[in-house]
C-alpha cells in the first residue's frame, strides 16, 4: 500500500501559470509583471510558484526578508529579485547583495548601512503615499535621497515604489488620492533619473486599474488564485492553485447528549455521527471557526458537513450526520473540490473573520506541500 498522508497542502502548478498569463492579459507591453512569492509563496512554496510563475512570463519576483531572497536563489531560480522588506542588520544586507537582489529603501541611514558595505546595490526608493507605515511621506526629502543614491560609487537607483491600501475596495478614492501623489513623485524623480521603474499596484489594482501598472505591476494573492477582493476567484478568472486535504482518523456514533471536543462545545441534540479529521491548530486549521455559526465546513464522501467542537492542536470533530457510511482513513477536503462541492479559502476566511492571505499562509510547516502538473506529481 502506498504510504497514507495525514495531511497534505497540493499545489497545481498549472493554475500557477494561468493564473500569470490572465494577469499579463491585463498588462500594456511595457509593464512588467513581478510575481510576490513572499512567506514562502503565501504558504504555497516560494520555490516552486516562483519557477512556475517565471516559467508563465513574470519578469520579476519579490520577497520580504533576506532568508527568502537567499532561498529563492538556493532553489535555483536566477530571475531579477527585489526584497521589499525593511533590512536593518548589515548581515541582512549582504545576503541580499549576495543573492544578487535589489533592495527598497527610504531613509539614508538604509543608504548609508549599504554604501558601509563597500559592494554595488540597485535601490528602489519606497514613497509612503498613504498606507502610513513604511516609506517616507515627503517627496522632495525622497528627491534628495534618490539623487544622493544616485552620487554615491557603486550605488544604483533602478526604481520607486508605493503602497495601495485600500485597492481592493475600487469604489474607495485613497487609490486615487495615493497615486496622485505618486505619480507626482515619479515625474519629479524621472526629471533628473529617466530610466527608473516606478511601480504601485498589487493584485486588486493590477486587475482594476489599468492608471496604477505603470512600469510594472507587483502580484501576489492572485498569482495563487486567491481573490485580492474576498469574493468568488471564478468572478476574476483565478484558478485556486491549492488544495488542502487530510483524513478521517476516527469515525464513531454519537447518543443525544454526547459531547465533542475541549469545553464541550458541541453537544448533539440529535443522535448523529462524529468524525474526528487528524488535523488541528498546529496544522493551521482556525480554531476561531469552531465559535462561529455556522462553524467551517469540510467536504467528507463529496457532501459538506459542519466541524462539530473545538478545534484542538492536533485534531477536530466533523457531524458526519445520523446514517454516515464514512470511515477511518476516508479523504477530508478543507479547501479544494470534492465531488460537485468546493470550500474555498475565501469562504473559510470569511467565516472566522480574516482574509484569504492569512488562511492561506496560516497552513502550517506540519502540513507537506506538494505539486502536480496536468495531474502528475512533480518535484517541488
Ligand atoms: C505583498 C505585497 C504585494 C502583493 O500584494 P497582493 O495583494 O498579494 O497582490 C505588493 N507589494 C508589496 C509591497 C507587498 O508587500
Known amino acids: 500500500m502506498p ?24 498588462l500594456g507591453a511595457g509593464t512588467e509583471l513581478c510575481a510576490v512569492v513572499k512567506a514562502d509563496g503565501y504558504g504555497h512554496g516560494a520555490v516552486a510558484v516562483g519557477r512556475a510563475a517565471v516559467a508563465a512570463g513574470a519578469d520579476r519576483l519579490a520577497v520580504v526578508t533576506a532568508a527568502e531572497a537567499t532561498a529563492i536563489r538556493a532553489g535555483g531560480i ?22 544578487d537582489a535589489q533592495i527598497v529603501v527610504w531613509h539614508e541611514d538604509a543608504v548609508a548601512a549599504i554604501q558601509r558595505t563597500g559592494r554595488p546595490a540597485a535601490l528602489h526608493l519606497k514613497h509612503d503615499s498613504g498606507m502610513g507605515r513604511l516609506g517616507d511621506p515627503d517627496a522632495d526629502r525622497l528627491l534628495r535621497l534618490a539623487d544622493r543614491i544616485a552620487g554615491a560609487p557603486g550605488l544604483e537607483l533602478v526604481g520607486a515604489m508605493t503602497h495601495l491600501a485600500c485597492a481592493d475596495d475600487p469604489d474607495d478614492p485613497t487609490t486615487d488620492a495615493q497615486l496622485e501623489r505618486f505619480v507626482e513623485l515619479g515625474r519629479r524623480l524621472r526629471d533628473a533619473h529617466p530610466g527608473i521603474t ?31 477582493f474576498h469574493r468568488d476567484p471564478d468572478d476574476q478568472g ?19 447528549g454526547g459531547a465533542v471536543g475541549y469545553g464541550r462545545r458541541f453537544v448533539a441534540d440529535r443522535p448523529t455521527t462524529i468524525g474526528t479529521v487528524g488535523i488541528g491548530y498546529a496544522d493551521g486549521v482556525r480554531r476561531a471557526s469552531s465559535r462561529v455559526d455556522p462553524v467551517a465546513d469540510v467536504l467528507v ?19 458526519l450526520g445520523a446514517d454516515a457510511a464514512d470511515r477511518a482513513g476516508d479523504p477530508v477536503v478543507l479547501i479544494g ?44
Open 3 to 26: 504510504p497514507v498522508d495525514r495531511t497534505l497542502a497540493s499545489i497545481d502548478l498549472d493554475a500557477v501559470e494561468a493564473n500569470v498569463r490572465l494577469l499579463r492579459s491585463h
Open 78 to 99: 536566477t530571475a531579477p529579485l527585489i526584497v521589499l522588506g525593511p533590512l536593518q542588520a548589515r548581515d541582512e544586507i549582504d545576503a541580499v547583495l549576495d543573492a
Open 198 to 228: 516606478l511601480h504601485a499596484a498589487n493584485s486588486a489594482a493590477t486587475l482594476t486599474r489599468p492608471d496604477a501598472h505603470l512600469d510594472m505591476v507587483r502580484v501576489g494573492i492572485a498569482v495563487y488564485g486567491l481573490d485580492p
Open 238 to 256: 483565478l484558478r485556486p492553485a491549492l488544495t488542502w486535504t487530510a483524513r478521517l482518523a476516527a469515525v464513531k456514533p454519537c447518543p443525544v
Open 301 to 319: 464522501g463529496g457532501r459538506r458537513v459542519p466541524l462539530a467542537g473545538t478545534v484542538s492542536m492536533d485534531s477536530c470533530g466533523t457531524d
Open 337 to 380: 473540490r470534492q465531488g460537485d462541492e468546493r470550500i474555498t479559502a475565501e469562504e473559510l476566511a470569511a467565516r472566522t473573520d480574516t482574509i484569504n492571505y492569512e488562511i492561506v499562509c496560516g497552513i502550517s510547516r506540519r502540513v507537506p506541500r506538494t505539486y502536480h502538473r496536468s495531474g502528475r506529481p512533480v518535484a517541488g
